[in-house]
């Protein structure tokens, strides 16, 4: 997958850059004031659910399957957890089939059903290394009720993709913690986080935008949120 003389360091660098530039010029990352789940005010949100057209919703998946084909991550199958995991999930399957990984995906209802075939998964049977699929990790509750799921159908969370790793501390009982919820899936569950861009990138994209006085502002607020709020940089953080 990588280009003429570029190193796969340097084709991830430039598939997150070309990402974050689509988020921001889609109004999926926006800046401002926002308060995130654990009561901080953040200068950047990060809303997945405005990739609400085909044309958007395409393009996000195949930027998930390009940065899932240069992570090198083995899986056997793909999971969405309900709701937002549901449309990555299926469009994810669809453009790493384009690029020639075909593989089965499920997901799950928030709510089990009692007719038909009843139960609470749907799609091809949970089977083998599978790679959940989201949006963004806050806390890690999503990744951990999907790995409990996996496993009672005895299958294997293996890996996690993501759109975002914000790169910030967790909260536990309402305190700040040294680790993110990436590093605590990645350290703690054991299972490899593939991410299309960071919060490093993020604040590459903001110091890279020229004489844009505004973008320089963010970026001067999102650097101070993160010198507050992040963690130690290290593989995967």
């Not at 921001?24 to 789940?37: H, I, W």
């Not at 399957?93 to 709510?111: I, M, T, W």
């Not at 700040?176 to 605590?184: F, G, K, M, R, W």
């Amino acid at each position: 997958m990588g280009g003429p003389g570029k190193t796969q360091e340097e084709d991830a660098a430039g598939l997150a850059q070309e990402f974050v530039r689509f988020a921001v010029e889609s109004g999926v990352l926006r800046f401002g004031e926002f308060k995130t789940k654990a009561g901080r005010m953040s200068p950047y949100f990060f809303n997945a659910g405005l990739f609400d057209d085909g044309a958007k919703l395409g393009r996000l998946a195949q930027f998930y399957a390009r940065a899932l084909v240069a992570s090198g991550i083995q899986f056997d199958m793909v999971f969405g957890p309900a709701y937002k995991g549901i449309p990555l999930a299926a469009t994810v399957a669809v453009e790493l089939a384009r690029l020639g990984r075909n593989v089965p995906f499920a997901y799950n209802r928030k709510e089990a059903k009692d007719h038909g075939e009843g139960g609470q998964l749907v799609g091809a049977p949970l089977a083998g290394r599978v790679l959940i699929i989201d949006d963004v990790m806050s806390a890690g509750t999503a990744a951990r009720e999907s790995i409990a799921l996996i496993r009672a159908a005895g299958a294997t969370p293996h890996a996690m993709a993501i759109a975002l790793d914000r790169q910030e501390k967790a909260t536990e009982a309402g305190r700040d913690v040294e680790h993110s919820a990436v590093q605590y899936v990645r350290d703690v569950l054991g299972l490899q986080v593939c991410a299309i861009a960071t919060l490093a990138d993020l604040l590459l994209y903001l110091s890279a935008s020229g004489g844009d006085a505004q973008m320089h502002q963010h970026r001067d607020r999102v650097l101070a949120y993160r010198q507050r709020y992040g963690v130690n940089d290290g593989p995967g953080a």
